[in-house]
């Protein structure tokens, strides 16, 4: 008997086999989706933390003004803790190639045991190509970094202070012979940082033997920590198993050494946000395109044990137990969900962080993705789909075996008539003809089919318009930042000891520069700020000229436009900010100052800001918190000339000054950004096309469904006289106006998706762009429609084939 039974399942799958690969497909990409993008940010991680423990990435870094001598070295050895210690030196130099000006940061190499079972050989380079250096004279330069000059093996660097100072001075050697390209930890980004020389910007690195190096002291030393290997880089595990030992090298140093952990490295930093944003993107988006899959197949098993009515009383009148006939259909069910499940983790766990990282690869120089199995992933993506397709199929057919079998095995009495809205409305409903009226009655008859329909389609158009709206929002950042909130172009940072009598001075001396359009002098100090409900690090901002300020940032609300302005009785705060301290203008928030005073402030604006979080203020309300004279140490200039060279050559004339510490400029870090963006925009296109073809297995599920469930209604039209062209049009006219609807309820639900995706997503020194484009609408919407087409002219071969008989056939 139970084998008759499985026979019968067997046949089920092969007789419905197109609604059978429709669900496997469904929950394929369900898992795949849901169970890709999660484990996407965490192998991220993990391939960052086996690349830094292959070479042996420093733990901590110490710097000292004075240096650091052996007696220093002798006490940091002393230290039971450490597992490993180079002492070392590095320098910015000037290099030219091709009659490009570079900065290169110049790394030293221990002098001797350059080999991988050192523990002392703290951020070993990976060799791409040639060798390390092992005669006077020779280097290795980093991969691919030096964009403005082509840098060969072979080729010969010749270096410069590019201070007043002789280059003899720190080197032996002032020309150095590349015999090898390498990679290495300590950059994994292309950006190396910048300089108070040259254009301000380290170019590239190069690392030579200490040998070359003329050393009276070291200027920091490298420290590995025993057992940090074991813990993920990335986790609070580690950054609370390297604090003891952070905190005791403080003590050791006596105040006069500078212990810096990991995350004063940037590319650490910069790599670990960018997995954030992967993982924050990751928090929604595929739990909603999971639910939409399951619901799918959740409708798509409840309408097929509807149809099997007659089979269901067939096999209860032979004496078949309602367990034993409720298992064909949960065997069916779970047939297809769990081969859909293995199949989605198979290429969920591949092909998705695959692709991210490798989008991310043209920022980061990293090894191939170190793929791990979640088994927590795994579980609850495959015990979702599993569970939730078998429990529809026994809910479904526990209703139905609560009837007799002589009840079952006729089809459900038809429901009893009734108009509908527009037949109450004749001025309408005598223009219908008869197609246009049978149509109409069909759809607001059955509004289970409805429902279901409408639903599963706006489920997919939802996600399609979130996608495309994620995209929207993430160039917004770039497009309003740095298009409409910054105006200014350059900032430049003094000297802490200069008085304000030479700054002014410098200033002036700056300013006669023809570049420079306009120019304010600001004071920047970091602190935290709080209310009652959270604390935030916050950049303060205080312009030594407010009237002008708006020249040079354009304070406005973001939601009505307004300019914004300084008050003496009171602060500027940005919107991120404001809205993760949960406050509103009018409220009071506290400064904390150093000494654990908190000083009370209120908020009379709020200024739109996409990066970074910032207080403005007045220089009389900022001496009246920190009761100290302000001092200005940078200012901010509008150019005239924006261009690289420009920038460059300008950055290397103020950079002359001595008193002047650092030059930047906007459109680096706008370049940044829209580096960063057009990795993250890859992963936005991976869930636009995985939301695009869900809509197209839905879509053809629910078509394939509703033909199924009407194949005696559509026989008969054709015995009635229909052809085949009026046969489809019978049924695509209902399809289009379900699947129009499902588009229309779609959009409005992929704007509320949107907004909750943007709002859970945002990291918190940073705010996404809040609007989604028309044209994102339309591509939504275009893509539903284009997809729900071409499952109409596949379905248009089945409707063609539709056997006439049936019709013919009696129920009884």
């Not at 691919?144 to 410069?160: F, M, N, P, Q």
């Not at 100072?165 to 994994?188: C, H, M, N, R």
């Not at 078949?320 to 969900?337: G, H, Q, T, V």
Request: glycine residues 4%; charged residues 25%.
């Amino acid at each position: 008997m139970k084998n008759a039974l499985l026979k019968d399942t067997f046949r089920e799958i092969k007789k419905s086999f197109g609604r059978f690969v429709s669900i496997f497909a469904i929950v394929t990409l369900g898992v795949a989706f849901f169970a890709g993008i999660k484990a996407a940010a965490p192998d991220m991680r993990i391939t960052a933390d086996k690349y830094y423990d292959d070479y042996n990435f420093m733990d901590l870094r110490l710097l000292s003004t004075l240096g650091f001598n052996e007696d220093d070295i002798d006490k940091i050895k002393k230290y039971e803790n450490i597992e490993g210690i180079f002492p070392t030196s590095s320098m910015d130099v000037l290099t030219t190639i091709n009659n490009n000006e570079l900065v290169l940061k110049i790394h030293a190499l221990p002098k001797n045991n350059l080999s991988n079972d050192n523990k002392d050989y703290i951020n070993r380079p990976k060799i791409v190509e040639g060798r390390l250096p092992e005669n006077p004279g020779e280097c290795v330069i980093g991969k691919g970094d030096i964009r403005e000059a082509d840098v060969k093996i072979g080729s010969k660097l010749k270096i410069t202070s590019g201070t007043n100072d002789d280059i003899s001075k720190s080197f032996k050697i002032d020309e150095f012979q590349v015999v090898g390209i390498v990679e290495t930890p300590y950059y994994l980004t292309f950006e190396k940082g910048t300089s108070n020389i040259g254009n301000g910007r380290v170019s590239n690195f190069i690392m030579i033997s200490e040998k070359d190096m003329e050393i009276d002291c070291y200027k920091e030393v490298l420290i590995t920590i025993k057992d940090a290997k074991k813990l993920n880089s990335f986790n609070k595990k580690y950054e609370d198993f390297i604090l003891p030992s952070k905190n005791s090298l403080e003590d050791i140093g006596e105040s006069k050494w500078y212990v810096l952990d990991r995350n004063s490295n940037y590319s650490f930093v910069d790599y670990d946000g960018s997995a954030d944003r992967v993982s924050a993107i990751a928090q929604v988006f595929p739990l909603f395109f999971f639910l939409v899959a399951a619901l799918v197949c959740l409708t798509t098993m409840t309408r097929m044990v509807d149809e099997q009515r007659i089979n269901i009383g067939t096999l209860k009148a032979l004496g078949y137990s309602k367990l034993a006939i409720a298992s064909k259909y949960i065997l069916y069910a779970a047939f297809a969900s769990i081969g859909g499940s293995i199949a989605g983790i198979a290429i969920g766990f591949t092909v998705f962080p695959i692709v991210i990282v490798d989008a991310y690869s043209m920022l980061y120089t990293l090894p191939p993705v170190i793929l791990k199995f979640d088994v927590l992933y795994a579980s609850i993506a495959t015990l979702s789909a599993v569970l939730i397709t078998t429990l529809a199929a026994f809910l479904a057919c526990n209703k139905e075996l609560i009837e007799m079998p002589s009840l079952l095995m006729r089809p459900k009495a038809p429901k009893e008539g009734k108009r509908i809205l527009l037949e109450r409305i004749p001025f309408i409903w005598n223009r219908f003809n008869f197609s246009k009226k049978v149509t109409a009655r069909n759809i607001f008859r059955y509004k289970k089919r409805f429902f279901m329909t409408v639903i599963g389609i706006a489920g997919c158009t939802a996600l399609l318009l979130a996608g495309f709206g994620i995209k929207d929002s993430i160039e917004a950042i770039v497009e309003k930042q740095f298009g409409e909130v910054y105006k200014y172009n350059m900032t430049i940072g003094f000297d802490s000891n200069t008085d304000m009598q030479n700054q002014e001075e410098i200033i002036k001396e700056v300013s006669k520069n023809r570049e420079i359009t306009d120019y304010t002098s600001i004071k920047t100090k970091n602190v935290d700020v709080s209310s009652d409900e959270a604390t935030e690090a916050v950049t303060i901002i205080v312009p030594k000229y407010k009237n002008k300020f708006n020249n040079f940032i354009d304070l406005k609300s973001r939601k009505n436009k307004e300019e914004v302005e300084i008050q003496e009785d009171g602060i500027i705060l940005t919107e991120k900010a404001a809205k993760q301290l949960k406050v509103r203008i009018g409220d009071t928030i506290y400064i904390d100052k150093e000494e654990n005073e908190k000083v009370p402030v209120k908020i009379r604006g709020i200024s739109e800001q996409y990066v970074m979080n910032y207080v403005y203020m007045t220089d009389n309300l900022y001496e009246k918190i920190f009761k100290e004279e302000i001092k200005f140490n940078k200012m901010f200039a509008i150019l005239a000339d924006k261009s690289k060279e420009s920038e460059d050559k300008l950055s290397k004339d103020i950079l002359k000054e001595s008193k002047v510490t650092s030059v930047s400029f906007n459109s680096l870090s706008e370049n940044s950004f829209k580096e960063t963006i057009s990795s993250l925009n890859y992963v936005v296109l991976i869930m636009i096309i995985s939301a695009g073809a869900l809509a197209f297995v839905v879509l053809y599920n629910l078509t394939n469904v509703n033909i199924s469930e009407r194949i005696r209604e559509i026989a008969t039209i054709k015995v009635l006289g229909f052809y085949d062209n009026e046969v489809s049009a019978y049924v695509y006219r209902e399809n289009f106006v379900l699947t129009f609807i499902g588009t229309l309820t779609g959009l409005g639900l992929g704007v509320l998706l949107h907004k909750f995706i943007m709002i859970t997503a945002e990291p918190d020194n940073m705010m996404f762009g809040r609007n989604i484009d028309f044209m994102s609408f339309l591509y939504a919407s275009i893509l539903t429609l284009a997809f729900a087409s071409i499952v109409n002219f596949v379905m248009y071969f089945k409707l063609k084939k539709t056997p006439m008989v049936e019709s013919l056939k009696s129920v009884d």
